[in-house]
């Protein structure tokens, strides 16, 4: 059994306002609290179904995929008419206990579904969460819209996409915020593969909700991939605490306390903060009158200046009101904090890289996306471990619509459907309550 880690944190909301105090850092542990445990489950299971559209790609025949019409099998199927019909039989299909955790619900005026199939579903390959909401979907239309054998198939196409020429049902009806397994980077990468503006969106744009269900799901990820081992595993509890948790209010008064200063400000306030509470101390004195830190808590120092390069990019990217400079908040963020205290940028150095990376593929040679297109499964964001895309995401919450890649445009399914379930729509007060069921 892994050694007792006996730090303890209090845990603020997004306003300040304390969640739970005292909290033993091991009741955030994806291992044990069971709201991340929620949250992962409901990642890996949930699907989004936007019904409308697909009652429209039937009775236009754009059922093979993006620029894909094929003409002449145009088929009018009364998918919202019969929506509540459809619902019933996708809960009654895909439910195996009369008491498990199914859940099909219809939203937007029926214009939308949620479904949830049972976590005993997910066997194996997570894929479940989506194949067998896609299975049963097929079969509730057929049923319910009285769909004869010579026009099942065009249900099929337009509810699996190109599947299974192509095994990604990108252009198929059911929506998740997990992608299939051959597109993660490798073993542990399922959580990391999420893009920017799907979580931007599921927070209704909050940004340190925002920064904080990225993170969650960034360090569940880091268990699964086998990083969080030993003594490393107090280190990614440490960070999932203050910066994606609030804790002892760090986040919240680094940005409110420079909310009209710069990005320096923010590297100046968070030394001073370290040093108040003990865990910068000098090492020594140049010439020059410069200060060399050190200290004796590693891992608390990268906790804390983890905090503060979400701050940095909070006040940076709202005082311009767009996302796209957080590749150039983050890098130079390390680097003045380096240069101010003598001590290793977040993630000794791996958030500093991954920034200059991600800069070029967002808006240099390369610029082929923006921030929101990004996640922590990307080859030039995978690297910092937990602390890089929570940045990234709540740069996104903060952007004013200035990008081409913005929240509403490629994700605004997932913000109405996944945005109603509490876990993902408030995650620091859903993990606060988690973990007063262990103290």
């Known amino acids: 059994m892994a050694k007792a880690i006996e730090d303890k944190v209090d845990l603020y909301d997004d306003r300040g306002n304390v969640l739970a105090s005292d909290v033993p850092l091991q009741a955030i542990s994806p291992l044990r609290n069971s709201a991340i445990q929620k949250i992962v489950s409901l990642t890996m299971r949930t699907g989004a179904v936007d019904l409308a559209k697909l009652e429209k790609k039937l009775a236009t025949g754009a059922i093979g995929g993006r620029g894909m019409i094929i003409r002449g099998i145009e088929r009018k199927f009364p998918i919202l008419d019969k929506a509540e019909e459809i619902a019933k039989e996708v809960e009654d299909m895909l439910r195996i206990e009369e008491d498990d955790d199914t859940s099909v619900k219809l939203i937007a005026g029926g214009k939308r579904m949620l479904t949830q199939p049972p976590t005993a579903r997910i066997m194996c390959d997570y894929s479940a969460g989506l194949t067998s909401a896609m299975g049963a979907l097929t079969h509730a239309i057929i049923d319910t819209c009285n769909v004869d054998m010579w026009d099942a198939s065009y249900v099929k196409a337009a509810v699996w996409g190109m599947y299974p020429e192509d095994p990604d049902t990108a252009d198929g009806a059911v929506k998740m915020l997990v992608d299939i397994p051959m597109k993660n980077e490798g073993p542990g990468f399922a959580l990391r593969n999420i893009p920017v503006n799907h979580l931007a969106a599921t927070v209704g744009k909050r940004a340190i909700q925002g920064a904080a269900l990225t993170m969650i799901l960034e360090e569940a990820a880091q268990f699964e991939m086998g990083n969080a081992m030993g003594p490393f595993e107090r280190g990614h509890l440490l960070d999932l605490a203050f910066e994606g948790l609030n804790a002892n209010n760090l986040l919240y008064n680094l940005i409110k306390d420079n909310g009209k200063g710069v990005l320096a400000d923010v590297?100046?306030?968070?030394?001073?903060?370290?040093?108040?509470?003990?865990?910068?101390?000098?090492?020594?004195?140049?010439?020059?009158?410069f200060i060399v830190y050190d200290t004796d808590d590693?891992?608390?120092?990268?906790?804390?200046?983890?905090?503060?390069?979400?701050?940095?990019?909070?006040?940076?990217?709202?005082?311009?009101?767009?996302?796209?400079?957080?590749?150039?908040?983050?890098?130079?963020?390390?680097?003045?904090?380096?240069?101010?205290?003598?001590?290793?940028?977040?993630?000794?150095?791996?958030?500093?890289?991954?920034?200059?990376?991600?800069?070029?593929?967002?808006?240099?040679?390369?610029?082929?996306?923006?921030?929101?297109?990004?996640?922590?499964?990307?080859?030039?964001?995978?690297?910092?471990?937990?602390?890089?895309?929570?940045?990234?995401?709540?740069?996104?919450?903060?952007?004013?619509?200035?990008?081409?890649?913005?929240p509403a445009r490629t994700s605004a399914l997932?913000?109405?459907?996944?945005?109603?379930?509490?876990?993902?729509?408030?995650p620091m007060k859903a993990v606060a309550e988690g973990a007063k069921e262990l103290m």
Request: glycine share 14%.
């Open 414 to 426: 997932y913000g109405e459907v996944l945005g109603a379930i509490p876990e993902f729509a408030e």
């Open 298 to 406: 590693m891992q608390l120092w990268n906790a804390y200046a983890s905090a503060g390069m979400l701050a940095a990019v909070c006040v940076n990217c709202g005082a311009m009101r767009a996302g796209q400079s957080v590749p150039g908040n983050i890098c130079y963020y390390n680097s003045l904090l380096e240069h101010e205290t003598g001590m290793p940028g977040v993630d000794y150095g791996m958030a500093q890289g991954a920034s200059v990376s991600s800069s070029f593929f967002s808006h240099s040679i390369y610029g082929g996306g923006g921030p929101g297109v990004f996640y922590g499964n990307h080859i030039v964001t995978r690297h910092a471990k937990g602390q890089l895309i929570p940045c990234f995401c709540a740069a996104m919450c903060i952007d004013a619509d200035t990008m081409y890649f913005i």
């Open 267 to 289: 590297v100046y306030d968070l030394a001073e903060k370290a040093k108040a509470d003990g865990i910068l101390k000098e090492q020594k004195k140049l010439g020059s009158g």
